[in-house]
């Protein structure tokens, strides 16, 4: 029965559009589709140190912090969990509840958050660096999560070193095989990879593909890196301050100009080839460069967007933190409460005043604001 609601559901998404209309052409920043994710900061800490992202640096400036961590460090509690559970219900089609940010899996009680999800007939999903999941593994099977991605950084050397930590790869890797060996002949949870190119892996991309494919995951994403240099902060902020002011993010040391856009272009190239020799596992680009000028572009001149101009997160999905505060989009977006769960329901913030104003703003500027140029809400997108 659950299965049937869900397809249903589903199907309801992809007819809808077509029957109401597109709502990110709505002037008034309605969206009349309910969110297709709540993604869910269900705590505040990580226990690796990634030189790729704002939190294993320890940078405090960023939107990406603010969103994860902010000044109220915590773990999301039960009894807030079932608040917004029981506030997500009153969508149709339900969203799907995704159990994120910043390591879920180092969250005390994320099987019984797991249970509560999925016992309310809602899908859900983990993403996590991996580390504990040898221990959770069959826990995560038992209660019925409908996928799980595990964010990978290179082969084993490559991947430790980046993520700071001897052996992160291997606990990976043994936690992926620990979860399809408690799964058996079922289909869920999905398991999926997900990979960022980075300055510390741009040479072992396909190198990373090659060490999971063995474990025959549904799904392989290769995506370029989403980050904000100073020179889109400097462009972003002459038009847009206060909330919406930016600094730069997901870059530490890095230097965008530096990539060798050949070399990245030769891996992803062999990744094109790994993937057609394993149709079992499907394997995306991100975006899906047609030649090495175009990851040149990519790189040396990041105000320019590629694929599309339009953001449509804020019309279909929402964050919310570990207290309670409603978030557009997802971790790396602008620093824009849009109010509380404790103080108003889920379906009144999902249009509320906040949620529409922000919409209206992207929508003014052209569908996303300057510092969104690199971003995974466009990167790589299409009109539809």
Known sequence: MGLTRLTIEHAYRRVAPRLLGDDVARP???????????????????????????VGLGDRTTAFWSNLIGSDPRDMTLEMLERVLEQAEEFFPRPRIALALTEPLIHPHILDFCRAVTSRGFYGAVTSNGSRLRHLAAGLVAAGLGELTLSVDGPPEVHDRIRGR?????????????????????????????FTVSDR????????????????????????????????????????????????SSLGDMDPARFDADLVWQELQRVREAARSSPATRVTLTPDFASASEVARYYAEPERFVGTRTCRDPWRMAMVRSDGTLLPAHGRCYHVPLGNVTRARLSELWNGPAMRGFRRTLQAEGGSLPACSRCCGVIGRRQP
């Not at 008034?28 to 704002?54: F, K």
């Not at 095989?177 to 949870?189: F, I, N, T």
């Not at 290769?222 to 730069?248: K, T, W, Y």
């Open 28 to 54: 008034d920043g309605v969206s009349r589709l309910a969110p297709e994710w709540l993604v869910l900061d269900v705590n505040n800490v990580c226990n690796l140190h990634c030189t790729m992202c704002d």
């Open 166 to 194: 001897q052996g992160s790869f291997e606990e990976l890797y043994e936690g992926a095989r620990a979860l399809l060996a408690a799964r058996g002949d079922a289909r869920r949870p999905r398991l999926q990879f997900s």
């Open 201 to 248: 892996n741009q040479g072992h991309i396909a190198d990373a593909v090659a060490a999971v494919l063995p474990l025959r995951p549904e799904r392989v994403m290769v995506s370029q890196l989403n980050f904000i240099n100073d020179a889109m902060a400097r462009a972003h902020n002459r038009a847009h301050g206060g909330p919406l002011a930016v600094s730069r």
